[in-house]
């Protein structure tokens, strides 16, 4: 089992940076991508970015740009670097983790609040 946790979460202004912080424990070995996901109210969690062992990212077209994922494998922590935020980004940011034990599993942080004002 992967126990994710994160954290960075808060309210800022639009324009405004948060970083958030992904810490993974447990069973932690072979876990391949980690990555953000995000849920706004009334809406479907959908992609934000994904980064593998190696350093391969993946983002969504609404934060290419302007959101940068990161990894300390050593840590085995995830990042997301959020910059010039707009008010449509405004969700609940969930962590993810995929773990190769001889099948992939997919594991979630309980998600940080990201409040942005206009």
């Known amino acids: 089992q992967v126990q994710l946790v994160e954290s960075g979460g808060g309210l800022v202004q639009a324009g405004g940076s948060l970083r958030l912080s992904c810490a993974a424990s447990?069973?932690?070995?072979?876990?391949?991508?980690m990555g953000w996901y995000r849920q706004a109210p009334g809406k479907q969690r959908e992609l934000v970015a994904t980064i593998t062992r190696g350093g391969s990212t993946n983002y969504s077209d609404s934060v290419k740009g302007r959101f940068t994922i990161s990894r300390d494998n050593a840590k085995n922590t995830a990042y997301l670097q959020m910059n010039s935020l707009k008010p449509e980004d405004t969700a609940v940011y969930y962590c993810n983790a995929r773990q190769f034990l001889g099948k992939w599993s997919d594991y979630w942080g309980q998600g940080t609040r990201v409040t942005v004002s206009s």
């Open positions: 447990g069973i932690i070995f072979n876990i391949n991508t």
